[in-house]
């Protein structure tokens, strides 16, 4: 990483092992910044042959990732360079990200949502501090589809009716039901989930990086989604936001204290419920005909 870096603060304990931490006060948001930078990280390690393994963790006891940062400017995100898919930045970051030869381990401490959710279901391996960690995709409280492929992933991993569940609740979920459900690997004792996650990365970069890299393509290939599901979820995210209702749902939310220190980003899922429901709009029934 360069010395512009601002958002990631990235650690070569081996040249097997990164540590990767995302650090951006107050609440970790995930904006145009940590996106270029992210896309530099990844450039970085599909370049490398010797790292084994990547973790992930945040410098903020309360928020791994909080979710994207709903103020910034799409025009910013929009300007930086395509990635190797060419999909949205953010698209490009999760899939390059999902196909790494290195093994990538989330550490769960604090929030994980929306965005911050996506980011970590698109690495390989996630560990949830069990008193600490929150996932959760809390878009649909707002009106919004979520965007980045959570929609393909959960379903994968956790099963039809849960991916549902999380998805349409649109609330949080903590360590213990996270596991139960495998949204998470696995949820471990706070006190105890340091020293677990340093042990279990440590292990895995002493193996054969070649080896690595074929048990990964084999898993793959059966487990992760294909690459065309996601852009059709992304145009839904940005037709959805663009709805007048989206809009006042989230300007209330705003005034609720999004995006801000507080009970309200601390408690999202339950937040939600303060919105008043701008009036129905029926759904969309125009049907496209074939051929027309």
């Known amino acids: 990483m360069t010395e512009n870096s601002r958002h990631l603060v990235v650690r070569k304990r081996t040249p097997a092992l990164w540590w990767v931490t995302f650090s951006n006060p107050p609440?970790?948001?995930?904006?145009?910044?940590?996106?270029?930078?992210?896309?530099?990280?990844?450039?970085?390690?599909?370049?490398?042959?010797?790292?084994?393994?990547?973790?992930?963790?945040?410098?903020?006891?309360?928020?791994?990732?909080?979710?994207?940062?709903i103020a910034a400017d799409p025009a910013e995100v929009d300007s930086l360079p395509l990635g190797p898919t060419g999909f949205h930045p953010w698209l490009d970051i999760l899939v390059r990200l999902s196909r790494l030869p290195a093994v990538t381990i989330s550490a769960i401490r604090g929030r994980a949502r929306g965005a911050g959710s996506e980011f970590a279901l698109a690495t390989d391996i996630r560990f949830a501090s069990r008193e600490k960690a929150v996932l959760g995709q809390f878009e649909l409280g707002t009106g919004a589809v979520p965007g980045g492929g959570p929609s393909s992933r959960l379903a994968r991993l956790v099963g039809r009716g849960r991916s549902l569940e999380i998805l349409l609740s649109a609330n949080d979920f903590d360590g213990d039901l996270a596991e139960r459900y495998g949204y998470v690997n696995r949820a471990v004792p706070d006190?105890?989930?340091?020293?677990?996650?340093?042990?279990?990365?440590?292990?895995i970069s002493r193996f054969d990086v070649r080896a690595i890299e074929e048990v990964k393509q084999y898993v793959n290939a059966v487990t992760l989604p294909p690459d065309d599901e996601f852009p059709p979820q992304m145009a839904a995210f940005w037709k959805s936001v663009s709805r007048p209702e989206t809009q006042d749902r989230a300007q209330q939310m705003f005034g609720l204290g999004l995006q801000q220190p507080g009970d309200t980003e601390l408690n999202l899922g339950a937040a939600l419920e303060d919105i008043v429901v701008p009036p129905a709009v029926g759904r969309d029934r125009e049907k496209t005909q074939e051929g027309a």
């Open 191 to 203: 006190a105890e989930f340091g020293a677990f996650v340093e042990e279990f990365a440590v292990r």
């Open 27 to 69: 609440i970790n948001l995930i904006g145009p910044q940590m996106v270029a930078e992210l896309q530099e990280l990844l450039t970085e390690l599909e370049n490398d042959d010797l790292v084994a393994a990547v973790v992930f963790d945040s410098a903020d006891p309360d928020y791994f990732l909080a979710h994207w940062d």
